[in-house]
Nanobody
Framework: QLQLVESGGGLVQPGGSLRLSCAAS????????IGWFRQVGREEREMILC???????YYVDSVKGRFTSSKDNAKNTVSLQTNSLKPEDTGVYSC???????????????WGKGTLVTVSS
């Protein structure tokens, strides 16, 4: 079964950090475009980070300098390190993957169910 599973979410105070993980099973993440998305309530899901197969990474302005992502091919996982968290970072964080170089958007092939990050004092 092809799936992505996120973990690492939780409650954190403003200024804190969390490390999220996205684990793939049933397929290899090598050669895939990988995206991290954030959704707040019923608002439209926002792409916050996109990693292309060649390693080129795009960050949305709101997370630049605070979030970084890395891929571990041996473990078939992608991590998202979130630092200096703000209340507006609260949301459900999901990862997605596509077996080609493409834009990170709603048309990606595989999606995880997400992990909730709550930034609050």
């Amino acid at each position: 079964q092809l799936q992505l599973v996120e973990s690492g979410g939780g409650l954190v105070q403003p200024g804190g950090s969390l490390r999220l993980s996205c684990a793939a099973s049933g397929f290899s993440l090598e050669g895939h475009t990988i995206g991290w998305f954030r959704q707040v309530g019923r608002e439209e899901r926002e792409m916050i980070l996109c990693i292309h197969p060649d390693g080129t990474t795009y960050y949305v302005d709101s997370v630049k300098g605070r979030f970084t992502s890395s891929k571990d091919n041996a473990k078939n996982t992608v991590s998202l390190q979130t630092n200096s968290l703000k209340p507006e970072d609260t949301g459900v964080y999901s990862c997605a993957a596509a077996p080609r170089a493409q834009r990170c958007d709603g048309a990606m092939d595989y999606w995880g169910k997400g992990t909730l990050v709550t930034v609050s004092s």
